[in-house]
């Protein structure tokens, strides 16, 4: 899914609730400008900042993802996986994470599960975000370093960590070597 997708699905929720973008800013705390940033040209926002979007507009993350399939069980084959949006890193403005939605067509999901590549650009910039909710992450391949709160935990292949992600965090790539992580976002209605 390209970013414009999301960002067009964000606006027609915005019109259908007639809100603004300053009204959406009061909604989430976020700044106007970086709403409009988001909406106008075209940058993908951090789960964070998405995560309050969603809330304020009274949807679940996902249905900025969904395609509106549904079946039971949801499989998705590793060679059919396609990566649904990446995160820029602040500095550069080049890309810092590439997200794969594992359970895009699955419309009653209540967990948002994710195939993650953290790139080493994932250090550059770290702006730690909280949203209501748990996350759960694996490392597959890689390392990482997980900052939550004010401690910082390095993880490597094989390890995970679950977390409250109320607690300001962020997870970015520890070394020279892109990481892989599966992540599983709860966040409650």
């Known amino acids: 899914m390209q970013s414009g997708k999301v960002n067009q699905r964000i606006i027609s929720f915005m019109k259908k609730r007639e809100m603004d973008v300053q009204g959406l800013a009061d909604a989430t705390g976020l700044a ?27 949807i679940r993350l996902g249905t900025f993802l969904d395609d509106q399939e549904t079946s039971d069980p949801y499989i998705v084959r590793q060679a059919e996986r396609a990566a649904e949006f990446s995160v820029l890193d602040g500095k550069n403005k080049t890309t810092a994470l590439n997200f794969y939605a594992l359970g895009k ?85």
């Open 105 to 189: 067509g699955k419309a009653d999901r209540h967990m948002e599960p994710f195939f993650v590549e953290i790139l080493p650009e994932s250090a550059n910039d770290k702006i730690l975000s909280s949203h209501e909710g748990e996350e759960f992450i694996a490392v597959i391949k890689g390392s990482i370093e997980v900052i939550y709160g004010n401690k910082i935990h390095v993880l490597n292949a094989g390890d995970s960590v679950y977390y409250n992600s109320i607690v300001p965090h962020y997870v970015s790539c520890a070394g020279e070597e892109k990481a892989e992580i599966h992540a599983v976002i709860y966040v409650p209605e």
């Open 32 to 58: 106007p400008d970086f709403i409009s940033t988001m909406l106008e040209e075209d940058v993908y926002p951090p789960l964070g900042p998405l995560m309050k979007i969603a809330r304020a507009l009274g």
